[in-house]
């Protein structure tokens, strides 16, 4: 299985290439073939992403929710947070981490010298759960290939996995986040980091230390100025 589109594109070309090299010249196809194959081969971007996933309905989570949550942000940003799924605020207003916890989200952001306008926000499925439950397998499976071709199209230099389903869907592994927080993972061109989900904190408020830390190792990773922070928990 290929990781993302780029995989998919490099590979078609060097089969293209390799039956060049055998003696094939070309094929015989209609200017509108012509035309979808060359747009393969061009870099994939936002907008396009967001239109390929249209009015998703590929997995049961289309059946209750009010709005996609398609991601927000920085389209560029060297750092993505990736969160778990939208909430009730975030499937009212179309708009990742605006919530309780998306409040906290922001104060941990500014805390290490950022802005939400310089990262990039989104989560691993981009409709609300019912009653804001865990997701379920078949519906991060529907999202994952979207979640991927953002993070393609981004090429962010880091990556911070907020949460369980986060860091187990892009790490493709069933580690706990406890075992997974504090350091960092090689995820393509990108260095991940796994910290607790702020609605976790707002739960567990004694978890604010253990996520400042993770949050200084990003600085540190980032060259971000550590004296300027502005909070010891985030909150």
Excluded at 50 to 73: H, N
Excluded at 105 to 114: E, G, N, P, S, V
Excluded at 125 to 137: A, F, L, W
Aim: aromatic share 8%; hydrophobic share 40%; charged share 25%.
């Amino acid at each position: 299985m290929f990781s993302n589109w780029n995989e998919l594109i490099d590979q078609l070309q060097h089969s293209l290439r390799a039956m060049g090299e055998a003696g094939w010249r070309g094929f015989d196809c209609a200017p509108e073939t012509r035309a979808v194959i060359k747009a393969w081969a061009q870099a994939d971007d936002l907008e396009t992403i967001r239109s390929d996933l249209g009015d998703c309905r590929r997995c049961k989570l289309s059946q209750s929710r009010t709005t996609i949550v398609f991601g927000a942000g920085n389209p560029k940003a060297r750092l993505v947070f990736v969160g778990e799924g939208p909430g009730a605020e975030e499937d009212r207003q179309g708009l990742p981490f605006v919530g309780e916890a998306g409040q906290l989200l922001t104060r941990i952001i500014q805390a290490i010298t950022l802005t939400r306008d310089q990262v990039y926000i989104c989560n691993v499925v981009k409709c609300r759960p019912p009653g804001n439950r865990n997701p379920e397998s078949d519906e991060i499976q529907a999202c994952t290939p979207f979640l991927k071709r953002q993070l393609a199209a981004i090429a962010p230099e880091f990556i911070c996995a907020l949460g369980t389903f986060a860091a187990q869907t892009l790490l493709d592994t069933t580690e706990s986040i406890t075992r997974l927080r504090g350091r960092f993972f090689t995820l393509g061109t990108a260095r991940a980091l796994c910290t607790y989900h702020p609605a976790y904190l707002l739960r567990n408020p004694g978890k604010k230390r253990d996520v400042w830390e993770d949050m200084q190792l990003l600085m540190r990773a980032m060259g971000l100025d550590a004296k300027t922070a502005k909070s010891k928990d985030g909150g």
